[in-house]
């Protein structure tokens, strides 16, 4: 298996562009998480879906994010409008039981 | 969900047992003890992870005291690639959020 996919690994973009961040979990995994990382605030826990259900998002920061799961191999991360401070890197990863399997990460630049 | 106590950085020499401490001393009974790495630029990694019995596999060993209430992670011969953030997580399992700390930053010198 290739583990977890994201794209794309890097995204620029102007303050008020949407951004759409995507994840491909590993074949089988019926979670997914997605946490964002700062310098500031380390590693937060954003959303997760267990068999494709949101389960927990309270880490979401604010209506201008959310996030979809409309089937078993693809979620992604919308931000919209975007601002300068939801720069970060943007982490999937997937599990089937306990152990969490990370993808790449996105890095985004708003500007 | 328990908290964690970690040094915030530790170096090693190439070649040398590297021992990562965990505090965690308000870990409950159902909650193992995870260990994950991110190595700079990468998404984090999956280490090792024990209950109450000592664990060892091929990247590394867990040893955790009688009470639980603290941990040490070991790399037995520290490489250059095993510089990264080392990440002491509890967590009952069943797909429950995992809460990271800062972790510590080990630094592996030639």
């Known amino acids: 298996d290739a583990g977890v996919i994201q794209s794309p690994r890097h995204e620029v973009t102007e303050m008020g562009q949407e951004v759409t961040l995507r994840c491909k979990p590993i074949s089988g995994h019926n979670s997914l998480f997605w946490y964002r990382q700062t310098m500031m605030r380390g590693l937060e826990l954003l959303i997760y879906?267990?068999?494709?259900?949101?389960?927990?998002d309270s880490g979401m920061p604010e209506d201008r994010f959310s996030a979809k799961m409309p089937n078993a191999s693809f979620s992604t991360l919308k931000i919209q409008p975007s601002e300068p401070r939801d720069s970060a890197v943007y982490f999937c990863?997937?599990?089937?039981?306990?152990?969490?399997?990370f993808g790449a990460g996105t890095r985004l630049s708003v500007l | 969900d328990a908290k964690t106590t970690q040094p915030p950085s530790m170096d090693c020499a190439e070649g040398r047992a590297a021992n990562l401490p965990c505090n965690h001393s308000?870990?409950?009974?159902?909650?193992?003890v995870y260990w994950y790495r991110q190595i700079h630029s990468q998404g984090p990694q999956y280490i090792i992870h024990g209950l109450k019995n000592n664990e060892t596999n091929e990247m590394a060993s867990l040893i955790i005291t009688e009470d639980r209430k603290s941990s040490t992670l070991i790399l037995p011969h520290a490489t250059l690639r095993d510089t990264a953030v080392y990440y002491c997580?509890?967590?009952?399992?069943?797909?429950?959020?995992?809460?990271w700390g800062l972790g510590t930053s080990l630094a592996v010198n030639p």
């Open positions: 879906f267990n068999n494709n259900v949101p389960i927990d």
């Open positions: 990863a997937s599990s089937f039981g306990n152990i969490q399997y």
């Open positions: 308000t870990i409950s009974g159902n909650e193992y």
């Open positions: 997580i509890p967590n009952a399992g069943n797909n429950r959020k995992l809460i």
